[in-house]
């Protein structure tokens, strides 16, 4: 039988297929495009969901946010495409633009996103037991390591709920028939 930290680790590993379906069709133009009414854009969300998997890693192996991903910061004066997502462009309460200097290609914020699945899913199954049971601050509350880790899988599919907003406002096909 596969233990907690197998299932929850494999959860957030299957995230980065359930995710990429969606992001068929979209390329370095249209990945910050963000139809009227709708909350964010592909970039923003897979550099959200990244930063968001990163804290809750940190949480587990202290490892930090990795730098080769992200950038604290200003991006004012920045030009071109990033290579890294800036903090405050994808932060909770941020608000997406379509400035395209703020947030890296379809490619590489995949790479990013994906990279933080494959490191939360190796935080949580390097974990002893006891520490999925550990109370951590989160948002305005408590919560356990185990629960924050496992509410990721959800966190994401939230997000990627967005993306198929985003593919149905921009008349992109239907990925699943």
């Known amino acids: 039988m596969t233990d907690r ?3 929850i680790a494999q959860g957030v590993e299957e995230c980065k297929v359930w995710t990429g379906r969606y992001l068929t069709g979209f390329d ?4 910050t495009r963000q139809p009227a009414n709708l909350p964010n854009h592909v970039s923003w969300s897979l550099g959200h969901c990244a930063l968001t998997m990163h804290r809750v890693a940190d949480k587990f192996d202290g490892r930090g946010i990795p730098d080769g991903d992200f950038i604290e910061g200003s991006h004012e004066g920045a030009s071109g495409r ?3 997502f800036w903090i405050e462009s994808v932060a909770f309460g941020s608000v997406p633009t379509d400035d ?3 947030f890296p290609g379809l490619g590489r914020a995949s790479a990013v996103y994906n990279a933080a699945c494959d490191r939360l899913a190796a935080a949580v199954r390097g974990a002893p037991d ?3 049971e550990e109370s951590t601050a989160w948002g305005a509350g408590q919560t356990k390591l185990g629960l924050l880790a496992l509410r990721m899988i959800f ?3 939230d997000h990627t709920g967005q993306i198929v907003d985003t593919r149905r406002a921009l008349n992109m096909p239907l990925v699943l028939k």
């Open 82 to 84: 990033p290579v890294r």
């Open 130 to 132: 006891s520490k999925l």
């Open 5 to 7: 930290r197998e299932m």
């Open 28 to 31: 370095d133009a249209s990945c």
């Open 155 to 157: 966190h994401n599919g």
């Open 100 to 102: 395209a200097v703020r």
